[in-house]
């Protein structure tokens, strides 16, 4: 997770520009449920499937914010 906030910062950072795909950080903030269920201890396997499926989601919120930001759509 902290990659996935590091990535825009940095190149943010490196560029000096592209200030809209720090947008995609805010992905972090909807993740953190995500985080805390496959963090917990004794949990089966069907709780870990449910977080794949909802990472998977995430990760593609990311990537549409990331690239809308990076070619400045609005």
Not at 29 to 53: E, K
Request: net charge positive; hydrophobic share 60%.
């Amino acid at each position: 997770a902290g990659g996935a906030v590091g990535v825009p910062i940095a190149l943010c950072m490196l560029t000096g520009g592209h200030y809209a795909s720090l947008a995609s950080a805010a992905v972090l903030l909807v993740a953190l449920p995500v985080i805390r269920d496959v963090c917990r201890n004794n949990v089966d396997g069907a709780v870990m499937n449910a977080a794949l499926a909802k990472t998977a989601k995430l990760l593609l919120l990311f990537g549409i914010l990331f690239s809308l930001g990076w070619v400045g759509w609005p």
